[in-house]
């Protein structure tokens, strides 16, 4: 994490747990930071699709959208997009909300570049190799 907010150059990062540590970037200035870099280098996976999702939420705030009910809504109806959906206080608070269809992912990777797929499993993945005996080996 240290590494991240050293090439970011802004943001913090903080213990949340005894195993559990959070770099959270705050300030609209440097939010734009983090939003140019994911222009400049575009998430190859269904996670683009959160990304714009949260980059619409952010140029709501960014526009002093938010500070209106209708502003708001969009968010809500944005964040219900997301992965991690509403909460249940969320959803109790916004039931009159109109919520949208998540995007689908097309052709979002095209030309895997080794580095991207190196950077996807350290992140992301596993492998895993298990090695047995066939049964055709074992009668031999």
């Given at each position: 994490m240290k590494e991240i907010q050293n090439y970011f150059g802004v943001g913090s990062i903080s213990k949340q747990s005894e195993f559990t540590y959070q770099y959270r970037v705050q300030s609209i200035k440097d939010m734009i930071t983090i939003i140019n870099h994911f222009d400049n280098y575009p998430l190859l996976s269904e996670k683009q699709i959160?990304?714009?999702l949260i980059k619409k939420a952010f140029n709501l705030?960014?526009?002093?959208e938010h500070?209106?009910?209708e502003g708001l809504r969009k968010i809500v109806a944005l964040k219900a997009c997301l992965k991690?959906?509403?909460s249940s206080e969320l959803s109790y608070a916004f039931s009159d909300a109109i919520l949208i269809d998540r995007p689908l992912v097309e052709?979002?990777?095209?030309?895997i570049d080794p580095y991207w797929f190196a950077g996807f499993t350290s992140g992301e993945g596993c492998f895993y190799i298990k090695i047995f005996k066939s049964r055709a080996c074992a009668q031999k």
């Open positions: 959160d990304y714009q705030i960014y526009n002093k500070l209106t009910n991690t959906g509403l052709n979002l990777v095209q030309n």
